[in-house]
């Protein structure tokens, strides 16, 4: 297997930062202290641009993507791209599509269009758009295929590139190793995410702070879990992003429960690391 750089995801450490710009510096040094390569950003916590390159060029750490809530891109994408190439990230990831542009939904053709001037505006930055997936892209379309391969089908890989999250994609019903081959040179970054899922949980993405209605009661438990300490079987999957010629590895945990953020990210790395990344 050939070596993956680990990052992580800063959303999974928003208790530490959100209303605390002055942790930043510490929690980063925290992150690096850990044996992270990278951060994957979510959101600037009210921190100009040129100071957050300042700290992660200071500390050592890259500055790999940042996830950009959909609306913040279609109102302004040019401000989104000047903020982050400040920053020198090279990916901007579109995190999650709301329910009206979902495949399937009235929206969809439009959102597809949308995304591919994002795509553009990145591009003339010198930056790479990223989708990253949930569940529900896998709905069947009437071609049999998913929507979350129409997206890819539709779009020109030089717009658009994959950053598939390995949680939801097993959540789906499918097998990320598989998935992650089958983007093979389109998914430079994949999503480590680990969990505990029995019987039939309803709502899950009131779970990662997403409001939506509840479809019906709950009938069984899902929760995130530090990479090595959920469902997931690991080996596979990394060898499957190596072979798919990954750059990085992104470390992702939505909730943390009784356990410290750092904590948990502490066991994810320290997990990885016995299995050679």
Not at 78 to 87: L, T
Not at 160 to 166: M, S
């Amino acid at each position: 297997m050939k070596k993956l750089f680990v990052g992580i995801q800063l959303y999974g450490l928003r208790d530490l930062l959100e209303n605390m710009p002055d942790h930043f510096e510490e929690v980063m040094r925290q992150v690096k202290q850990l044996g992270y390569d990278g951060v994957e950003l979510a959101g600037l916590y009210g921190l100009k641009p040129e100071f957050v390159k300042e700290v992660l060029d200071r500390v050592g750490l890259v500055p790999i993507c940042a996830h950009v809530p959909l609306p913040a891109m279609l109102a302004d994408a040019e401000k989104v791209a000047r903020d982050y190439e400040a920053i020198g990230c090279k990916y901007i990831g579109v995190p999650y599509l709301p329910e009206e542009y979902r495949p399937l939904a009235d929206g969809f053709e439009t959102i597809l269009s949308e995304i591919e001037r994002i795509g553009r505006v990145m591009q003339a930055h010198g930056m790479t758009l990223l989708y990253h997936n949930h569940d529900f892209e896998f709905v069947k379309l009437e071609d049999g295929t998913y929507g979350l391969d129409e997206i890819y089908r539709r779009l020109p890989k030089d717009l658009l590139q994959a950053e598939p999250d390995t949680c939801w994609i097993e959540v789906a019903g499918e097998r990320p190793a598989e998935f992650v081959r089958r983007y093979t040179g389109r998914c430079p970054l994949v999503h480590l995410k680990d969990y505990i899922k029995t019987g039939k949980p309803a709502n899950l993405y009131k779970l990662i702070g997403i409001d939506t209605e509840e479809k019906q009661a709950d009938e069984g438990y899902f929760g995130f879990r530090a990479v090595g300490f959920g469902q997931q079987i690991w080996e596979p999957i990394l060898q499957a992003a190596s072979d798919a010629n990954a750059e990085w590895v992104i470390v992702e945990q939505d909730e943390h429960y009784e356990l410290h953020p750092m904590e948990c990210a502490r066991r994810s790395r320290e997990y990885l690391r016995i299995l050679g990344c």
